[in-house]
Nanobody, 118 residues
């Protein structure tokens, strides 16, 4: 299974970015998907999760600003990030699991850098 994350970049505070994660190698619709992030000097944290369909959950720090959604026809999960803040700066990772999990995901993408300037 391979996960390819993309869409990171440099944006000003208040701006938006959309991250994408394309999954290949196994049936995407069977996976529970998640987005995580890790800022310098901090532990990796879960940002958002989605089940095999449309049920989602979010970290308190991003709820109302970020939206996770998936397109099973394109084998891709997305993270729409609005109203970005400098504290959102981190490397963002997508992950896939064949079973429901909070942080114990089996497959990981390579990460994409998001930098939010003040």
């Amino acid at each position: 299974v391979q996960l390819q994350a993309s869409g990171g970049g440099l944006v000003q505070a208040g701006g938006s970015l959309r991250l994408s994660c394309a999954v290949s190698g196994r049936s995407f619709s069977n996976f529970f998907m998640g987005w995580f992030r890790q800022a310098p000097g901090k532990e990796r944290e879960v940002v958002a999760r989605i089940n095999r369909s449309t049920v989602t959950s979010y970290a308190d720090s991003v709820r109302g600003r970020f939206t996770i959604f998936r397109d099973n026809t394109k084998n891709t999960v997305f993270l729409q990030m609005n109203s970005l803040k400098p504290e959102d700066t981190a490397v963002y990772y997508c992950a896939a699991s064949e079973t429901p999990s909070y942080t114990n995901y089996r497959y990981w993408g390579q990460g994409t850098q998001v930098t939010v300037s003040s």
